[in-house]
T-cell receptor, first 114, second 114 residues
Framework: DAGVTQSPTHLIKTRGQQVTLRCSPK?????VSWYQQALGQGPQFIFQ???????QRGNFPDRFSGHQFPNYSSELNVNALLLGDSALYLC?????????????FGQGTRLTVV | AQKVTQAQTEISVVEKEDVTLDCVYE???????LFWYKQPPSGELVFLIR??????QNEISGRYSWNFQKSTSSFNFTITASQVVDSAVYFC???????????FGTGTRLQVFP
């Protein structure tokens, strides 16, 4: 049973460019959340997708957008990249069941903006 | 506002020592969940435990144990007889209210030396 998979594992982009990160949830999961983890910090919630719609959003600018596909996989898009966007981006999947969802995380995509 | 504080930035122990990782949380929600995750160098967050706010029973799983005290808003994690493989960054997290997004602490880096 495959867990949460993310691609690519590493990425280097230039300031001002756009990037797309991808996530396939654990089999049987229908909800995908994205987190940003800066070096030495805890993960920060970006947003969550369920039934192909953004369900919750953290305190991130509109440059951060996402999408969920009918097969529950998801993309995170970041426009107009800033140096401060350099971080580990983690995807978590869960099964919506009230407030008891246990999130499974992927290994992340390490984005470096130069 | 919700907040998780992990005051210990880094802990170093020698193998077979017991070690306790502290976690203090703040929330106004009456129903909430507390979590511990382990992050090895590979980057993936590994789920360790989830507790709900109505269950203050301590829990033991092998060498791991958790002490949840609502009176002090703490959810501490103890590793008994630590091993080199326990070396990682450990995160405490909180979710509550009408959301299942995770609020993470800044993490505690545990180094276990042989």
């Amino acid at each position: 049973d495959a867990g949460v998979t993310q691609s690519p594992t590493h990425l280097i982009k230039t300031r001002g460019q756009q990037v797309t990160l991808r996530c396939s949830p654990k089999s049987g999961h229908d909800t995908v959340s994205w987190y940003q983890q800066a070096l030495g910090q805890g993960p920060q919630f970006i947003f969550q997708y369920y039934e192909e719609e953004e369900r919750q959003r953290g305190n991130f600018p509109d440059r951060f957008s996402g999408h969920q596909f009918p097969n529950y996989s998801s993309e995170l898009n970041v426009n107009a990249l800033l140096l401060g966007d350099s971080a580990l981006y983690l995807c978590a999947s869960s099964l919506v069941k009230g407030l008891t969802s246990e999130a499974f995380f992927g290994q992340g995509t390490r984005l470096t903006v130069v | 506002a919700q907040k998780v504080t992990q005051a210990q930035t880094e802990i170093s122990v020698v193998e077979k020592e017991d070690v306790t990782l502290d976690c203090v949380y703040e929330t106004r929600d009456t129903t909430y969940y507390l979590f511990w995750y382990k992050q090895p160098p590979s980057g993936e967050l590994v789920f360790l435990i989830r507790r709900n706010s109505f269950d203050e029973q301590n829990e033991i799983s092998g060498r791991y144990s958790w002490n949840f005290q609502k009176s002090t808003s703490s959810f501490n994690f103890t590793i008994t007889a630590s091993q080199v493989v326990d070396s990682a960054v450990y995160f405490c997290a909180l979710s509550g209210g009408n959301t299942d997004k995770l609020i993470f602490g800044t993490g505690t880096r545990l180094q276990v030396f042989p």
